[in-house]
């Protein structure tokens, strides 16, 4: 069983930074997360991915460019998402998740946070 405990999120302004974090905790020394966003009345959606080694990422469209996602490994298995020049469309809440492998869907999901964008 692995368990996903995030942080940082919060209220800001519209161009303002911030930086999400989840630390995973399981079987393995690694796994290969994500992070996904949910805005009101709208589908879940990807923003971004990193394989277990974080030598490879992935980033939604909406997000590619301004968003980047990285871990360390040796900090409890951390994973982070810095986002710049935040816009009011990338309010939602922000789930980290977790697989696997990367073969698998994602299978463990964390609390969610909430991210507030004022224009």
């Known amino acids: 069983q692995v368990q996903l405990v995030e942080s940082g999120g919060g209220l800001v302004q519209a161009g303002d930074s911030l930086r999400l974090s989840c630390a995973a905790s399981?079987?393995?020394?690694?796994?290969?997360m994500g992070w996904f966003r949910q805005a009101p009345d709208k589908e879940r959606e990807l923003v971004a991915h990193i394989t277990w080694s974080g030598m490879t990422t992935f980033y939604g469209d909406s997000v590619r460019g301004r968003f980047t996602i990285s871990r360390d490994n040796n900090a409890e298995n951390t994973v982070y998402l810095r986002m710049n020049d935040l816009k009011p469309e990338d309010a939602a809440v922000y789930y980290c998740a977790a697989k696997e492998n990367d073969a698998l869907g994602y299978g463990y999901w964390g609390q969610g946070t909430q991210v507030t964008v004022s224009s």
């Open positions: 399981g079987p393995k020394s690694a796994y290969p």
